[in-house]
């Protein structure tokens, strides 16, 4: 075990053999061996009072996957260890015993049943970032009352508004009262001084997202956002400005792609609770310049919008019309567009044309947070700039909130709230050309490369050094 993982131990043994019913904080970066830290403290727990007919208990977020991978490292690690792997037995599906004493794994879903466990030795909440704060107290928390058992919190920081969040507020208090640690928080520069090997997965995952990406900024440096906020503040905007001219034509030799979210409100008839713009009619194209030259660097692509178009009230016939010249006068090598509901119409056809350059995009709540958290990625790591940059256009993303949902799916709803309105003119604030951009992130998920010029590797005459004396 690293010194980071056994820090924590005296103080749990501690507040369990006293029934001090304390509650530790474990705060671990991803895949710094939280898990492992969790798995062995409970087999060494189990192993230590098996002569009494105790109940460890632990929640995880959902039943499958996680609930099922935590009970089955806990029965490797009992297999693995001399002490415990001819002593410890099944009880049920979801608990496992040693002696007397016995380890529960319950799922911490809003729909499971757990009533009738007793976690009289201690309770384990695992990524409690991702447990609804309403469901500990009312279901998982009462467990402990009969012997106040100590409570382990653990996961990784997420926003202000979780559990794990509440739970370390509250021990930092106790903390300050008795002067006794509860709170053990550690990041990822903690690690990388012990694992090396971390740090470097930590350097190209920054790469890739950049540091000030939510995923990065709260699973690798406990650094906390804002569960509702605006998504593009002024800094994240400043990174997206154009670094050249517009283009009026295409330009030999560049590659184009370009990006159409359809008109007809997709978002809206998702009902995605207030982050849609009911009555949005346009549909908004974008010409992208993909700048390969970053391939070298950051191993993708840099996406530059050069150009905008934006329709209005006209039937997709029509629009599928312009889009073909379009089309003709810039020769994308790909299309990617919005399919959802009436986008489905204009999809078709265009697929039809030119089923090797469309790519299709359904939003559905799920598809739509990734495909915000992949633009904030690009964003972030300066590899979009927008060269038509308008007013309208920075107020639509000065507008433009987004909010995250506890659990394990870590979904953004993101958009330009309902009923929005400009100040200076009172009309609708949409959210149109920034739902264009975003569908940069579909571009990037393709694997791009730079060609090369050919070339040609002489070969040996095998004839040359052939002894010819024969």
């Known amino acids: 075990m690293r010194p980071y993982q056994l820090a924590p131990i005296p103080t749990i043994l501690h507040s369990i053999s006293n029934h001090l019913g304390w509650t530790i904080i474990l705060i671990l970066p991803r895949q710094s061996g939280k898990d492992e830290l969790l798995v062995w403290l409970k087999v060494f727990l189990l192993r230590l009072f098996s002569h009494l007919p105790v109940g460890i208990v632990e929640f995880n977020p959902t039943y499958k996957p996680q609930t099922i991978n935590a009970l089955d490292r806990f029965e490797t690690a009992l297999k693995q260890h001399i002490l415990t792997r001819k002593r410890w037995r099944k009880r049920g599906d979801f608990m496992r015993a040693l002696g007397l004493a016995k380890c529960s794994f319950l799922s911490g879903e809003p729909t499971a049943n757990v009533v009738g466990s007793t976690a009289s030795l201690a309770l384990f909440i695992n990524e409690a970032q991702d447990i609804a704060p309403a469901d500990f107290d009312r279901k ?82 406990n650094e906390e956002i804002d569960a509702q906020a605006g998504m593009f503040h002024a800094g994240r905007r400043a990174l997206m400005l154009g670094d050249q001219p517009a283009h009026e034509t ?39 310049d993909v700048d390969l030259s970053t391939l070298q660097t950051l191993q993708a692509p840099t996406y530059r919008v050069v150009k905008r178009f934006s329709w209005q009230g006209e039937s ?37 044309t030119y089923p090797t350059k469309i790519i299709p995009f359904k939003f559905t709540g799920q598809s739509k947070s990734e495909l915000g958290y992949g633009y904030i990625a690009i964003i972030e790591t300066g590899r979009f700039r927008d060269c038509e940059f308008t007013p309208e256009i920075d107020l639509q993303y000065a507008n433009c909130e987004s909010e995250i949902l506890i659990g394990p799916a870590h979904t953004m709803r993101w958009g330009v709230p309902n009923n929005t309105r400009n100040p200076a003119t009172g009309e609708l604030v949409h959210d149109d050309h920034i739902i264009a951009d975003a569908l940069i992130a579909v571009l990037d998920r393709l694997q791009w490369y730079a060609n090369s010029p050919t070339q040609i590797a002489e070969a040996q005459d095998p004839l040359k050094n052939m002894d010819r004396n024969f």
């Open 316 to 352: 997709h016939p029509i629009i599928y019309g312009k889009i073909l010249s379009l089309v003709d006068a810039w020769t994308p090598m790909f299309i990617a567009i919005d399919s959802t509901g009436v986008g489905e119409g204009l999809w078709g056809m265009l697929a039809r």
């Open 250 to 288: 295409p330009i030999p030799g560049h590659i184009y792609a370009m990006t159409i979210d359809v008109g007809g409100q997709d978002e809206a008839m998702l009902e995605l609770d207030g982050m849609s713009n009911p009555g949005r009619d346009y549909t908004t194209l974008n010409i992208v």
């Open 140 to 221: 998982q928390d009462p467990m402990t009352a009969s012997t106040n058992a100590t409570k382990v919190i653990a996961g990784t920081v997420w926003t202000s508004r979780t559990l794990l969040a509440r739970e370390m507020r509250a021990a930092l208090q106790a903390e300050e009262q008795d002067g006794n640690r509860r709170v053990f928080i550690y990041d990822a520069n903690d690690v990388r001084k012990i694992v090396p090997w971390y740090g470097a997965h930590v350097d190209e995952k920054i790469r890739k997202l950049g540091r000030q990406h939510p995923l990065v900024k709260t699973q690798y440096f």
